[in-house]
């Protein structure tokens, strides 16, 4: 089993800046697959951002340019950092985690943290 713990989202006003933390403990392996997932009320969870541990990143096109997504495989950590932010990033925010056990994925998800864009 995998846990993952997450910090940071809360309040800022358009234009700020946040950062999310997560780590990972557990049963982690080094082929995996860390991410950002967000959800408004009403709508569908979606991809954020991701890294793979070999470093490729991959982003939503509405936060390109503006988000930055980075990882620490030693230490099972992902960061995601949210600049410019704008009223419509407003979710909770979920770490997410997939790595393969035998020939599956297995997926893991935080608990979701809270990021509110408002002025």
């Known amino acids: 089993q995998v846990q993952l713990v997450e910090s940071g989202g809360g309040l800022v006003q358009p234009g700020g800046s946040l950062r999310l933390s997560c780590a990972a403990s557990?049963?982690?392996?080094?082929?995996?697959?860390m991410g950002w997932y967000r959800q408004a009320p009403g709508k569908q969870r979606e991809l954020v951002a991701s890294?793979?541990?070999?470093?490729?990143?991959n982003y939503v096109d509405s936060v390109k340019g503006r988000f930055t997504i980075s990882g620490d495989n030693a230490k099972n950590t992902v960061t995601l950092q949210m600049n410019s932010l704008k009223p419509e990033d407003t979710a909770v925010y979920y770490c997410?985690?997939?790595?393969?056990?035998?020939?599956?994925?297995?997926?893991?998800w935080g608990q979701g943290t809270q990021v509110t864009v408002s002025s």
């Open positions: 890294i793979s541990n070999t470093g490729f990143t």
């Open positions: 997410h985690r997939r790595q393969r056990l035998l020939n599956a994925d297995v997926d893991y």
């Open positions: 557990g049963r982690t392996f080094a082929i995996n697959t």
